[in-house]
T-cell receptor
Framework: DAKTTQPPSMDCAEGRAANLPCNHS???????VYWYRQIHSQGPQYIIH???NNETNEMASLIITEDRKSSTLILPHATLRDTAVYYC??????????FGAGTILRVKS | DTAVSQTPKYLVTQMGNDKSIKCEQN?????MYWYKQDSKKFLKIMFS???????INETVPNRFSPKSPDKAHLNLHINSLELGDSAVYFC?????????????FGSGTQLSVL
């Protein structure tokens, strides 16, 4: 019952920016967009979240379209250690975090 | 120093046995969770506790019983283990309920039921 659509996999060259798209066309006004990632054999790791405005932290940038129906997670300089499954999740206050299939990002040297 | 720690990391057992997985967080968070990741890699929430009170209980067989002795601990006890219980179980915690919380996950417990 995930509310987002992501490509199953993407490749990115090491040192280049990785742009991971997410479609959430049915997002409601109260729902935030969250991104998590899961590196092989580890627990999921929070990356970033936002509501309307673009957000940036030490890990990534989140660009949300004006109509909020899609977003892009940007890893500005991808490294081999960024190879992981990236999950885009929409969530309203008090609701549970529901993970979809995510996007497998492979960073290649 | 580990924020969310789970034990054991690996658990191999026979069908029909009873086993427990322990989880502890030293982040001072109010809310703790159990997630299950099956062989197809889908992560599904099982339970959530806020300050020792059960707030989310998904459609999980009642063979699974979470116990929260205090807000820093959330253990998972599983009775009469079945083959289908084989999965990776992740514990997580967050500072509070609501849209702004970030979940911090443990490194997982890989349960294999033979």
């Amino acid at each position: 019952d995930a509310k987002t659509t992501q490509p199953p996999s993407m490749d990115c060259a090491e040192g280049r920016a990785a742009n991971l798209p997410c479609n959430h066309s049915t997002i409601s006004g109260n729902e935030y967009v969250y991104w998590y990632r899961q590196i092989h054999s580890q627990g999921p790791q929070y990356i970033i979240h936002g509501l309307k405005n673009n957000e940036t932290n030490e890990m990534a940038s989140l660009i949300i379209t004006e109509d909020r129906k899609s977003s892009t997670l940007i890893l500005p300089h991808a490294t081999l250690r960024d190879t992981a499954v990236y999950y885009c999740i929409v969530k309203e206050y008090g609701n549970k975090l529901v993970f979809g299939a995510g996007t497998i990002l492979r960073v290649k040297s | 120093d580990t924020a969310v720690s789970q034990t054991p990391k690996y658990l191999v057992t026979q069908m029909g046995n009873d086993k427990s997985i322990k989880c502890e967080q030293n982040l001072g968070h109010d809310t703790m969770y159990w997630y299950k990741q099956d062989s197809k890699k889908f992560l599904k929430i099982m339970f959530s506790y806020n300050n020792k009170e059960l707030i989310i209980n998904e459609t999980v067989p009642n063979r699974f019983s979470p116990k929260s002795p205090d807000k820093a601990h959330l253990n998972l006890h599983i009775n009469s283990l079945e083959l289908g219980d084989s999965a990776v179980y992740f514990c997580a915690s967050s500072p509070r309920q609501g849209s702004r919380e970030k979940l911090f996950f443990g490194s997982g417990t890989q349960l294999s039921v033979l």
